[in-house]
């Protein structure tokens, strides 16, 4: 009783922890877009350049979902050096031949699924890595396009594509007020990229093309970093479904989930960064781009803010993943993307307070929207008309545990 006593007042903590690391990430990422890295003094003639490497930054973050591992090892060498034979429940160690007849034992108890993650066969888990490295990629790519609030609510479009694909793939049954919160997130969507058209608070077109007629204007670009932004969502959702799909058939535990994609998601990027390299991202004649893996390096190791900036999105996505995991298992994953959903309004009024962004009253009215119908849809909040309300318990869609990053 003492232990659930103990449990439930550490839960605070664990939100709060999880929010912060998680508006951490956001305004860190976007505080890195801003950093000069070029033609950035008087002495230098030329218009003054920005980091720009989305995927230089994917990379940070499995760099950071790799830190997880850190957490695995210090809790084997906890429970190894630190507890007790009585505490820990150790028994007599057996022969190799006793272990491994145990274990078939408890693969063939009735009921109780095999494992689909024996052996080789963890490499299952490069597929959600593979998702997770597309849906990252746009998903930086647009935040170099619009605000820090317009990026975290634009991502709001998950909970529409997660319900939509596990109707489809886990054969899940959505009730209708479910299906019209999708609708309403749609709309919040919407009305938060109209908002961005409308006030662009971005200034991203370069001298050249602002005397070319053919010229995209910030609001073109602003909605194209919605598009990005939301487009990313169908990669995020089903990486999603493809985590709840395997943890439902094994016994991994999440952390190590979290550690395994990150490992497979770097060794993806720097594959993937090498060949664009090569191909598109040489730079020549002054020009230099978003795929340049050696300009991008060079960036991140001269520039002291970079560099730093770096680390801490390393140790903040991480540790969001880290608390995010311990919220779902202390409370639930309704709780989480609950909390996640909140913590748009704390990057909000930070990027108010920093002058990154404008306020508007269209934004406001599309968070709201947003906000309602993921509650609606998660459980939280009654649907408005009593003909929509079911008796039974709303049965959670989002994945039990389900792996969030940026």
């Known amino acids: ?39 950035c003094d008087d002495q230098n003639p030329g218009k ?23 957490v695995v090892g210090i809790i084997e060498l906890r429970r190894r050096f630190l507890s007790s034979p009585s505490d820990s429940g150790y028994q007599p160690v057996e022969t190799n031949e006793e272990a491994a007849a145990d274990a078939a034992d408890e693969d063939d108890e009735p009921g109780k699924k095999p494992s689909i993650l024996r052996g080789f066969r963890v490499m299952l888990l490069a597929l959600p890595a593979i998702c997770d490295i597309c849906g990252t ?42 299906w019209l919160s999708l609708i309403g997130v749609f709309l919040g969507v919407a009305v938060v990229g109209l908002s961005g058209a409308i006030w662009p608070d971005q200034q991203k077109v370069s001298d050249d093309a602002d005397a070319s007629p053919g010229a995209k204007s910030d609001a073109a670009l602003a909605v194209v970093g919605v598009l990005l932004i939301a487009g990313a969502q169908i990669f995020t959702a089903t990486q999603f479904v493809l985590e709840e799909y395997i943890l439902e058939r094994s016994d991994i535990e999440p952390i190590r989930v979290v550690g395994w994609e990150g490992l497979f998601g770097f060794v993806v990027t720097v594959l993937a960064m090498v060949v664009l390299h090569f191909a598109v991202g040489r730079t020549d004649a002054g020009r230099y781009g978003i795929f340049d893996m050696v300009e991008g390096w060079r960036q991140m190791t001269q520039h002291r803010q970079v560099m730093i900036s770096s680390i801490l999105i390393m140790i903040s996505i991480g540790g969001f993943n880290f608390f995010g995991l311990a919220v779902t298992r202390s409370v639930s994953a309704t709780a989480r993307s609950t909390i996640d959903t909140c913590r748009t309004l704390f990057i909000w009024i930070v990027s108010l307070g920093l002058g990154w962004e404008r306020f508007k009253w269209l934004q406001i009215l599309g968070f709201a929207i947003l906000v ?35």
């Open 1 to 39: 009783m003492a232990d659930t006593t103990a449990a439930r007042a550490f839960i605070p903590f664990l939100v709060a922890m999880m929010l912060l690391t998680g508006v951490c990430n956001t305004l860190l990422t976007k505080y890195q877009d801003n950093q000069c890295v070029r033609n």
């Open 48 to 70: 003054p350049a920005k980091f720009e490497q989305p995927v230089l930054q994917t990379a940070q973050m499995f760099v950071g979902e790799m830190g997880c591992w850190l």
């Open 137 to 178: 990629t746009l998903m930086n790519a647009g935040l170099l396009l619009v605000a820090p609030s317009i990026y975290q609510m634009t991502r709001g479009a998950l909970v529409l594509f997660v319900g939509v694909f596990s109707v489809v793939f886990l054969r899940r049954r959505l009730h209708l007020f479910q």
């Open 372 to 406: 309602y119908a993921t509650f609606v849809f998660n459980g939280i909040v009654q649907p408005p008309l009593r003909s929509l309300q079911v008796d039974e318990e709303t049965e959670e869609l989002l994945p039990e545990e389900p792996i969030e990053h940026l």
